[in-house]
T-cell receptor, first 115, second 114 residues
């Protein structure tokens, strides 16, 4: 079974530029998550999708971050404009369903460096 | 707000030593508890989980964890570590009113010397 795919794996940009990350979840997984992991910290949930609807985006900095999952499968996370403090690993995870009982499977992450 | 605290940032052990990593959380309601592991160069993967029932849960690779509700703790243990256990370990909590949202601790880096 293929795992969660993410691209790119690494991205270096300058502040004020824009960047987009892509995630392809495990086939059949209705729930998709984006987490931000800053160096030395644990992952922090940015947004959770159930199919193509947003379940929780309470910790998404909406002035600069946006995410979509238009067809309920792939998802993109965008940052525009980027700030230095956005340097982090962005993790995508998916699960069969939305509840805590459903194991979340994580992708390899995209490491973003903002200069 | 819910939070998860892991007591040790970096633990160094010799092979065959016993391991215990501490994890405490702050939330008064029902929780689901997890330990995730990230081996060097690999992605996060589930080590073990607790939903209900026996508070002593066993996971992969000989790991186990004990849920002590009165202490809001979910410590990870292994009787004898191996060099291949070198990794970063994350404790995570899912609160019953938070859908699938996981709140992670800051992680503990484990280095096992051969």
């Amino acid at each position: 079974e293929a795992g969660v795919a993410q691209s790119p794996r690494y991205k270096i940009i300058e502040k004020r530029q824009s960047v987009a990350f892509w995630c392809n979840p495990i086939s059949g997984h209705a729930t998709l998550y984006w987490y931000q992991q800053i160096l030395g910290q644990g992952p922090k949930l940015l947004i959770q999708f159930q199919n193509n609807g947003v379940v929780d985006d309470s910790q998404l900095p909406k002035d600069r971050f946006s995410a979509e999952r238009l067809k309920g499968v792939d998802s993109t996370l965008k940052i525009q404009p980027a700030k230095l403090e956005d340097s982090a690993v962005y993790l995508c995870a998916s699960s069969l369903g939305p509840g805590g009982y459903n194991e979340q499977f994580f992708g390899p992450g995209t490491r973003l460096t903002v200069l | 707000a819910q939070s998860v605290s892991q007591h040790n940032h970096h633990v160094i052990l010799s092979e065959a030593a016993s391991l215990e990593l501490g994890c405490n959380y702050s939330y008064g309601g029902t929780v689901n508890l997890f330990w995730y592991v990230q081996y060097p160069g690999q992605h996060l993967q589930l080590l073990l989980k607790y939903f209900s029932g026996d508070p002593l849960v066993k996971g992969i690779k000989g790991f186990e964890a004990e849920f002590i509700k009165s202490k809001f703790s979910f410590n990870l243990r292994k009787p004898s570590v191996q060099w291949s256990d070198t990794a970063e370990y994350f404790c995570a909590v899912n609160a019953d009113n938070q859908g699938g949202k996981l709140i992670f601790g800051q992680g503990t880096e484990l280095s096992v010397k051969p």
